[in-house]
């Protein structure tokens, strides 16, 4: 099952950092810059992909920064996917769909049914009948998927954060995404059912944690947006799994950190800083 | 203020109808069938715009159609988007996106930038600020968004049926989609931040009406998901305005219903037929 062999790989590289290739034209270094965005976001994947894939099992693509460059655009994301994919790699394709199920059957398609992506996330808003879809295809072409349960952004709580029977929704959510992947647990226990929980609400990922023990936690927020490490040590159980750490823009732009090396050293830097950073945490936490 | 120039269109042809280009290849009548599904679907919406420009305002793009097809689908849902308009349509994307900030400036710039996209349709559950950077392109290009309320889908409860201060979630949206809008109105009384709100929940609909008196409200779920026009009245205002109802699958397979007549004949007599449906049932329910 995808999501045994999945753990395996973040075991054997000890590593359960995910570069987020949320890459947008301004951040690739001005030497690198073609007149074409797209080619230059292209090379600028590229030499990330080659720099990270050996210590590194997992890359996040966040659809949003390609589909602003229209048809062109969603090509590149395919084709970034697709050299991640051949160095090895995971993917996670961030889309955050969510429709009825008509609809959710064709995004489904349009992600899952591809060799190149392993896991997509989405959106529970409109409940159970739009994630199904997506369910049905993670048994047919071995896949998985990771749910919105709280977001790490500051305005999650507007909707995330209303109490309903005397439990917040991001918690009716949580206990939704354990009871939608109670049936597909692997050998190592965890589901392929998964949910995202911002690391910049660690006392919330305690609780949700505590609630869905068996979802693989893709935990977004680390770095730049505000979180440490030891606030994203909430989202792993006693065994030290059960969670991967996004980080987006801190490598991605690491290199203007570290401007006395050259940029794959930049990202290597960071990446083994990060993947120490965690490790350190979860076993401090969990010990 | 686009939105009152909507209004004013919709008002001229007396339909608040829309056209819902959620095509499938399925969907494409034999005939008409190349070994390209791609041409096929290009050359189905052509014949269904041509056939409903002078009658229908509206038309919505499910976007997640085009993106199963890869990059020739979504070369084909702006390709769609384009020939409507040129046609003098107005277009939403049925896009459903939702992201943290820095993301959903992306998501909106893929859309609302553009010329020939008038709506898109965005996911409350990440909150304000996944909602704000819509907003802001809507006042600088002069566009419009409906969010997410209550949505049609038989499972939309399982999230927004939640209670939560004594009200269901949904309620709770409706009441920010009113604050987010308020700054927003045209001259007409609307503003240009709307909601969805599936027909097939008449009974919800009447309170978020009330709840949101400056809201456009788009409504889907008529005809094949079940609803009847007097279910889809519930979103109007007492003006006879504030609404406009989606159907797909209905009018896009019409010519099975009616094989005596042509293609164009049998899309043409459901959307009147639908037009005329609405017409009475709003003036029924609101004199």
Redesign the interface.
């Known amino acids: 099952m995808l999501i045994d062999k999945f753990i395996s790989e973040i075991e054997s590289k000890r590593n359960c950092a995910v570069v987020g290739l949320?890459t947008?034209y301004e951040y690739v270094p001005d030497k690198m810059k073609k007149s074409d965005p797209i080619e230059s976001i292209w090379e600028f994947n590229k030499r990330i992909i080659d720099a990270i894939y050996e210590i590194v099992a997992v890359v996040k693509i966040?659809i949003?920064?390609y589909?602003?460059y229209?048809?062109a655009?969603?090509?590149l994301f395919?084709r970034t996917s697709h050299y991640a994919k051949e160095k090895g790699m995971y993917v996670i394709a961030d889309v955050?769909?969510?429709?009825?199920?008509?609809?959710?059957v064709?995004?489904s398609?349009?992600f899952l049914t591809r060799p190149d992506i392993d896991f997509v996330t989405v959106?529970?808003?409109?409940?159970?009948?739009?994630i199904k879809p997506f369910i049905d295809d993670c048994v047919k072409y071995d896949k998985g998927i990771f749910i919105?349960t709280k977001?790490?952004?500051?305005?999650?709580?507007?909707?995330?954060d209303?109490?309903?029977?005397g439990r917040p929704?991001y918690e009716?959510?949580a206990i939704?995404v354990d009871q939608w992947g109670k049936d597909y647990v692997g050998e190592r226990g965890y589901s392929f059912v998964g949910a995202v929980i911002g690391a910049t609400y660690p006392e919330q990922a305690k609780k949700l944690r505590a609630l869905m023990p068996n979802a693989y936690i893709l935990v977004?927020g680390y770095g730049v947006?505000g979180a440490t490490a030891q606030d994203a040590a909430a989202a792993f159980n006693r065994d030290g799994l059960g969670a991967i750490v996004n980080s987006s823009r801190g490598i991605l732009l690491s290199y203007k950190k570290h401007p006395e090396i050259g940029l794959e050293d930049a990202i290597i830097q960071e990446v083994i800083r990060m993947r120490d950073d965690l490790n350190s945490a979860i076993r401090g936490d969990k010990k």
Request: hydrophobic letters at 30%; glycine letters at 10%.
């Open positions: 949320d947008q966040q949003a920064m589909e602003q229209g048809v655009g969603l090509d395919y955050k769909r969510g429709d009825i199920s008509s609809t959710a064709a995004y398609k349009a959106n529970p808003y409109m409940g159970y009948d739009s919105l977001t790490s952004n500051p305005s999650s709580g507007d909707i995330q209303l109490i309903a029977d929704i009716h959510v939704k977004p947006q």
